[in-house]
């Protein structure tokens, strides 16, 4: 899913950058997810300006955010990222994240002068209000909840801006105040631009031969249980299992010590097939199940 990261001061306009982007990219038939910060923060029952006055609080709102993203990548839908995004560091974890999922990404910089943005955050006059039996279908946002000026200032002094000739914040487009926003710019660099090939910096390392084996055997181990369980009750003949499009025999002579004894020759057999190419985890129950129909009569 291309993600449009939006970054700015304070009071910059973000949100209503946000809310721009997402009607557009609905009018031209994609499904977009925003995902404001401006929501989280109630919803993990912060106070805004207390929030922004504690770095672990916004470390775990940042992790949040970040989850939130991640679980929604796909190359069809639209990831707005509506937050102050103030951290480079935080924009690169994104970049790699995107980069990874063979996506796209641009960056809406909401360019202001502070004292414009504060003049701005003046307007604002929504008291903070926690409710944690708040429905998930219209959640607090803070939106209009005011900075104090210590929190603004802090924020402002913190901010690092983004600029077009870092990686990680390219395509970058920059919204003043005044200016609309180059929608179509933004949409030709997410859907009709190439994603940057993943490389080793944002590769998923390779299970290790210790992991591979211990979520293997806590594969097969779930697919006994089930087994088992269904010849307790009398359920004999094809058992459906989780991942597996061939249902195993269930037969009264099954026991405990048969299928571990089955369980022990599919661990070695697979040890062996390792040492070139394992089996990817998911084809597991399959192939599993497959083994244990093979040898159930012989055993």
């Not at 504060?118 to 429905?135: G, H, T, V």
Request: with cysteine; net charge positive.
């Amino acid at each position: 899913m291309p993600i449009i990261v939006i970054s700015g001061l304070p009071a910059s306009g973000k949100s209503t950058r946000a809310h721009q982007l997402q009607e557009y990219f609905v009018a031209r038939g994609k499904k977009v997810h925003l995902i404001s910060e401006n929501v989280a923060v109630p919803k993990a029952l912060f106070e805004k300006n207390a929030f922004f006055g504690d770095s672990q609080k916004e470390k775990v709102v940042r992790s949040d955010l970040k989850s939130e993203a991640s679980r929604q990548l796909n190359k069809q839908d639209v990831i707005i990222l509506d937050a102050g995004n103030y951290i480079k560091g935080f924009r690169y974890e994104l970049f790699c994240m995107t980069k990874a999922a063979r996506t796209t990404q641009c960056t809406v910089f909401t360019c202001i002068p502070q004292e414009q943005a504060w003049a701005f955050n003046m307007q604002r006059s929504e008291p903070d209000r926690l409710d944690p039996a708040a429905s998930s279908e219209q959640p607090l946002n803070n939106s209009n909840v005011p900075y104090t000026r210590e929190i603004f200032d802090a924020l402002c002094m913190r901010y690092e801006e983004p600029h077009s000739n870092s990686r990680w914040d390219s395509p970058l487009y920059v919204a003043l105040p005044e200016d609309s926003i180059d929608l179509e710019g933004i949409y030709k660099s997410l859907f009709e631009t190439q994603p940057l090939p993943p490389n080793q910096s944002t590769q998923n390392p390779p299970l290790g031969a210790t992991n591979y084996l211990f979520e293997l055997d806590v594969i097969m181990q779930d697919i006994i249980k089930e087994i088992l369980g269904a010849a307790k009750i009398g359920a004999y003949g094809q058992l459906r299992i989780k991942g597996s499009t061939t249902k195993v025999k269930v037969a009264t002579s099954m026991n405990p010590m048969q299928l571990n004894r089955l369980r022990q020759k599919f661990i070695t057999s697979t040890c062996r097939a390792s040492q070139t190419t394992p089996a990817p985890l998911e084809q597991v129950p399959q192939l599993f199940v497959q083994f244990i129909n093979a040898n159930t009569t012989g055993c």
